[in-house]
């Protein structure tokens, strides 16, 4: 089950060992930047992944919707709080 995990991972991947990374680094980085998938290895095993950066979409933090729903107090008629809280994105 590992190996089958570990040669999903290495599939339509370079893989470099850490030694090789280490003499490398410079050139690694530049073909991450590119937008290639570089997988690090150790003893043979994927230990790591260069991967392009990419930036996060500011915003206001992820919250899940239980959590949302338990900061509001509902009650018989609560039209006027949902509408409210629809209509400023929380």
Known sequence: MVEEASAEILRGRSTVSVREAKDQLSSLLARAAAGEEIVITSDGEPKA??????????????????????????????????????????
């Open 49 to 90: 992944m260069l991967v392009r950066h990419r930036p996060v979409v500011g915003g206001k933090p992820w919250r899940s919707i239980e959590a949302h729903r338990a900061t509001l107090s509902m009650g018989p008629d609560s039209t006027a709080q949902i509408r409210e809280t629809r209509d400023s994105g929380y």
